[in-house]
C-alpha cells in the first residue's frame, strides 16, 4: 500500500514569488493535516480536513496561506506571496476510520527555502 | 495552553538502552503518540499510549501516567540506525483531530 505522497520534495523561491504544494493521502483516508515543521522544532498544524471540509483552519495565516481538497482525496496548499519566514518543511499526514483512525502517517514533506 | 516538553539531544553507545522522557500539560487527554523521524524524512509512528502502562513492541516500548502528564519512550539494542529525532505528541480530544508535537529528541547512537 502506497503510503503518503508529497511533491515537489523541494522548492527554492524568491521571496514575494507564488508557491504551491501537493499531497495524495493513503487510500481510504478521509481526514488530511497539513503541518508546517520548523528547524530544529516539532511539526505544527496549518488545516485539518474532513473529506472536503476544512474543519480546523485556525492556525492558517489566511493573509497569505490557502488550501484547498476539492474531491476529498488530493489537496494542495498555497502560499502567496511567499516571504523568507516560510522557510521550512510542509508535511502532509493523513489518518482514516476504524481500529486505524487513531495513527496520523505523514508524507516525506516539501523543504520550502525562500530567498 | 499546551505545553509539551522532551530533551533536546541525547547520545548513548550501541548496544545499551535509552530512555527519551516526555511530559506534557494539554487542556484534554486522548493519547500520546511517538513518533521516529531521520534527517529529510518523514515522522514515523513508532506507538500509541492511552492508558497507563507499559507498550512493548519488539526493541522499542512507550509507558504513559496520565495522573503525572508523562511518558518515556525505550529503546533497547541500540543500533546507529537508531539515531534520529523522536518526537512526542499528545492527541487533546477525540476523534481524527489534531497532534500537538513537542520540539523532538535528537538521538546520537555513536560505537
Known amino acids: 500500500e502506497a503510503g503518503v505522497v508529497q511533491s515537489p520534495r523541494y522548492k527554492i523561491i524568491e521571496k514575494k514569488q507564488p508557491v504551491a504544494f501537493w499531497c495524495n493521502p493513503i487510500?481510504?483516508?478521509?481526514?488530511l493535516y497539513w503541518y508546517r515543521q520548523n528547524l530544529g522544532q516539532g511539526p505544527e498544524l496549518l488545516i485539518r480536513y474532513e473529506n472536503e471540509e476544512a474543519v480546523d483552519d485556525s492556525q492558517l495565516p489566511k493573509d497569505r496561506f490557502s488550501a484547498e481538497r476539492l474531491k476529498g482525496v488530493d489537496s494542495t496548499l498555497k502560499i502567496q506571496p511567499a516571504e523568507l519566514g516560510d522557510s521550512a518543511v510542509y508535511l502532509c499526514?493523513?489518518?482514516?476510520?476504524?481500529?486505524?483512525?487513531?495513527?496520523?502517517?505523514f508524507g516525506a514533506g516539501t523543504r520550502l527555502s525562500v530567498l | 495552553g499546551q505545553n509539551i516538553d522532551q530533551p533536546t539531544e541525547m547520545t548513548a553507545t550501541e548496544g545499551a538502552i535509552v530512555q527519551i522522557n516526555c511530559t506534557y500539560q494539554?487542556?484534554?487527554?486522548?493519547?500520546l503518540f511517538w513518533y521516529q523521524q531521520h534527517a529529510g524524512e518523514a515522522p514515523t509512528f513508532l506507538s500509541y499510549?492511552?492508558?497507563?502502562g507499559l507498550e512493548e513492541k519488539g526493541r522499542f516500548s512507550s509507558f504513559l501516567s496520565r495522573s503525572k502528564g508523562y511518558s518515556y519512550l525505550l529503546l533497547k539494542e541500540l543500533q546507529m540506525k537508531d539515531s534520529a529525532s523522536y518526537l512526542c505528541?499528545?492527541?487533546?480530544?477525540?476523534?481524527?483531530?489534531?497532534?500537538?508535537f513537542g520540539k523532538g529528541t535528537r538521538l546520537s547512537v555513536i560505537a
Open positions: 499510549n492511552v492508558l497507563d
Open positions: 494539554t487542556s484534554g487527554f486522548n493519547g
Open positions: 487510500s481510504g483516508h478521509n481526514t
Open positions: 499526514a493523513s489518518s482514516g476510520t476504524g481500529i486505524a483512525k487513531n495513527i496520523q502517517y
Open positions: 505528541a499528545v492527541r487533546s480530544h477525540v476523534g481524527n483531530t489534531p497532534l500537538v
